[in-house]
Nanobody
Framework: QVQLVEYGGRLVQPGGSLRVSCSAS????????MGWFRQAPGREREYVAV????????YYADSVKGRFTISRDIAKNTVYLNMDSLKPGDTAVYYC?????????????????WGQGTQVTVSS
C-alpha cells in the first residue's frame, strides 16, 4: 500500500503561479509513473500530467502544455506540479496518483493509489 498526500493548493489570481506537491510513503517500490489529475465541480476527473519515475520523461494534457511542469525528487519520494499562467478554468481539486503499469498511460483506471486531493482556486 502506498500513501499519497497532496498539499499546497490555495486561492490564486488569474495569471498567477502555484506549486502543489505530493509526498509518497509506504510501499513505493514498483512505481512506474506518477500522475496529476484534477476534477472540477460537475465534471469528470481529467488527466493533467504524468512523469515516468525512473527516467523523468514527462507528458502533459494539451490544456496545460506550456503552462504546467511536472517534476519529481526521487530522494524525497515527492512529485511536484508547477503551474504558471493560471486561468479560472484551472480551478479544481488536484489529485496525485501512482501507477505500476509498465507502460505510459493517462487513464485514471491504471493508477492504483490516490491522494485525498488539494483544492486550487483561480479567481480574482
Amino acid at each position: 500500500q502506498v500513501q499519497l498526500v497532496e498539499y499546497g493548493g490555495r486561492l490564486v489570481q488569474p495569471g498567477g503561479s502555484l506549486r502543489v506537491s505530493c509526498s509518497a510513503s509506504g510501499r513505493t517500490f514498483g512505481t512506474y509513473a506518477m500522475g496529476w489529475f484534477r476534477q472540477a465541480p460537475g465534471r469528470e476527473r481529467e488527466y493533467v500530467a504524468v512523469i515516468i519515475w525512473r527516467d523523468g520523461t514527462t507528458y502533459y494534457a494539451d490544456s496545460v502544455k506550456g503552462r504546467f511542469t511536472i517534476s519529481r525528487d526521487i530522494a524525497k519520494n515527492t512529485v511536484y506540479l508547477n503551474m504558471d499562467s493560471l486561468k479560472p478554468g484551472d480551478t479544481a481539486v488536484y489529485y496525485c496518483a501512482r501507477s505500476t503499469r509498465m507502460a505510459h498511460t493517462t487513464n485514471a483506471a491504471d493508477f492504483d493509489s490516490w491522494g485525498q486531493g488539494t483544492q486550487v482556486t483561480v479567481s480574482s
